[in-house]
C-alpha cells in the first residue's frame, strides 16, 4: 500500500497500451482466498449441483499471471477453469471486529 500511495502521489503517468505490460497487482499477496460453486450459472457449467454453502479453496501466490501471460497446466490437467467475479484487498489487519467497521478495512 505504502509503494501504491507513493506512485500515486507523483500524479498520473501515460502508457501506450499496446506498450504496457501488465503484470500481477498484488505480486506476493500473503493469501489468496477463493469461493467455488458460488452461483446457480457456475454450479451448472461445471455439472455440479447447486450447493448451499460454497466450496472455500486457496490459491497460491505462484498462481498469479500478468494480462496475456501464458497459463502453463502441470501435466495432470487437461483445461482451465477460470471466473472472478469479485476481489477485496483486505488492505489492514482485521480480527474481531463488529461488521460496521468491516468496510473501514478494505482498500478503495
Do not use: W
Not at 507523483?10 to 452461483?39: F, Q
Not at 468491516?102 to 482498500?107: K, L, Q, S, Y
Amino acid at each position: 500500500m505504502r509503494r501504491v500511495t507513493v506512485a500515486t502521489e507523483r500524479g498520473p503517468v501515460r502508457y501506450s497500451p499496446a506498450e504496457a505490460i501488465l503484470l500481477a497487482p498484488i505480486p506476493e499477496p500473503p493469501k489468496i482466498i477463493c469461493l467455488g460453486l458460488n452461483d446457480r450459472d457456475h454450479a451448472a457449467e461445471s455439472g455440479m449441483d447447486v450447493l448451499i454453502e460454497p466450496v472455500i479453496f486457496n490459491k497460491f501466490a505462484t498462481t498469479l499471471l500478468g494480462h496475456g501471460a501464458s497459463i502453463v497446466l502441470p501435466k495432470v490437467s487437461r483445461v482451465v477453469d477460470y471466473k472472478a467475479e469479485l476481489v477485496a484487498v483486505i488492505g489492514r489487519g482485521v480480527r474481531h471486529i463488529p461488521q460496521s467497521q468491516a468496510r473501514e478495512h478494505v482498500a478503495d
